[in-house]
Structure formats: C-alpha cells, structure tokens
C-alpha cells in the first residue's frame, strides 16, 4: 500500500512540476491554475519556486548560448591567451587592466593553465573604468603587434595603482619595445576591436570586470582556482557549434539533472 501511495504522490508531482515547465515556457497559460493548485497543496510551494529558477535559468542560458552561437567568429578570432592554443576547454575572462579583482585572480589562472594542458585562457580587453585602462588595452593590443602582448599583459595586470603613460613608457623598455614608438601607434591606434568587445559584452548583459565564460555559464565577479576547476572538469564545449542545437533542445529536466 505503501509503494502505492508513493507512487501515486510522484506521479502527481512530476504532473505539477510539468506543469509548471509548461508554464514558464508558454505565458499564455494563466497563473489562477497554478495558483488555485497551491492554494491547495502549499507544501508544493518550495517545489514550484526551485522549478521556476531552474526554468528561468535555464532560459538564461539558453539565450546566451544563441548569442554565443550568432557571435561564434568574434569569440573564435580572439588572439589574447595563454595555454593550449587547441585546448579544448576554454575559458574566457572580460578584464580591465585597473580592476583590483581581475589582477587578483590573474595568478589562479597562470596556475590553472600550467596545471591543466587541455585549457586555453582567452583574454578579451574591456576597459570600463576610464581612460587609464583604455590606454593600458591600447598598449597590450600595440605590444602584441610586436609579438609582446603576454609580457606587457603581465606588467599592466600586476601593476599596483592606476595605470599612467609613465608607466608604460617603462614597462616598454622592462620589454623592448621602444617606449616613443609605442606611444606614437597608441595614439593612432584603430580601437574597433575594443568597441566590438563592448558590443558582445553588451549582448550577454556583463557591465563589470572580471566576467568570466566558461561553458554555458556566465560567471560575474572573481572566482578562486577551485571553482574554475570545477565548472572546467563538467565543460561542454560549447564552442563547438555543431552541438548547440542538440544543447539547446534539451528538455528542461534533463538540462537541469545535469547541471547538479
């Protein structure tokens, strides 16, 4: 009798719970139902509210991964990283060169790239906190036109204080560049690539520094080493395009039993 009722509870909470997919996923169902329902079974309450973030979540990624997959040549074309340039985990981190948290986490991922030889760091330049960290991406972007980028990258990143042009003109010459000529292409630089940076992080709703995507997941704010290895060792790669759609069309219970 026992397995019975049990059974019978399930199948009405799998009812419910479809029910409540169905209804984030078509608005034109009317809330009196399920409202009429919990007003009935408020024990469901804390069912309906974890299904409806899972759902809403879902949505979330869903939509990021269609502008992911609309915006793959951006994302493909990027030349600023460190690791396994055919890695097939990627992680993608939007940085600004005076961002306390981003020059936090720099050291993780060096770590993070030495230790794991399937990881390739992507870093793509969105200066958002003035002028100083323009001229800071602007220098990284003429250094690497100089086969430097990753040695004037370290010294902007861990650079304590507010980047300046006295600064760079001395990094310049730590690297071997010639500090005059580097300020003279800064200054006739061609920044498209910095404001296409703004337009794809304005299309996946990131406004700060560090952002990092790893997956299908878009992660604001610093993370420690730990968590980058994990969100890394349950990847999908999502970059690979062919699977975006079978991703995408995932039922959202098999979606969600995955992601746990």
């Not at 078509?26 to 973030?53: A, C, G, H, M, R």
Request: aromatic residues 12%; proline residues 3%.
């Amino acid at each position: 009798m026992s397995s019975l009722i049990k059974f019978v509870c399930g199948l009405i909470t799998g009812l419910i719970l479809s029910a409540i997919i169905i209804f984030v996923f078509n608005p034109q169902i009317t809330e009196v139902k399920i409202s009429n329902y919990l007003d009935k079974n408020p024990e469901k309450i804390d069912d309906f509210s974890d299904i409806v973030d899972q759902s809403r979540k879902y949505l979330i990624r869903k939509q990021n991964l269609e502008i992911i997959k609309e915006n793959h040549s951006f994302f493909e074309s990027q030349k600023f990283y460190i690791g396994n340039p055919e890695g097939s985990k990627i992680i993608y981190e939007f940085f600004d060169y005076n961002c306390g948290f981003c020059k936090r986490v720099f050291s993780d991922l060096m770590d993070l790239a030495s230790e794991n030889k399937d990881v390739k760091i992507v870093f793509i330049e969105l200066p958002v906190l003035g002028q100083s960290s323009l001229l800071a991406s602007k220098a990284a972007y003429e250094a690497f036109n100089r086969g430097k980028y990753f040695e004037m990258h370290q010294k902007l990143i861990n650079h304590r204080g507010k980047i300046t042009i006295e600064d760079i003109n001395v990094f310049a010459e730590e690297i071997n560049i010639d500090p005059d000529l580097l300020i003279k292409n800064i200054n006739n630089l061609d920044t498209s690539f910095i404001k296409e940076n703004y337009r794809i992080a304005d299309k996946l709703n990131i406004n700060g520094t560090p952002t990092f995507i790893i997956g299908d997941e878009i992660i604001p704010g610093a993370i420690d080493k730990a968590l980058m290895v994990q969100l890394i060792s349950s990847y999908w790669h999502i970059w690979f395009f062919q699977s975006i759609d079978a991703i995408t069309n995932k039922r959202l219970d098999t979606y969600v039993s995955r992601k746990k």
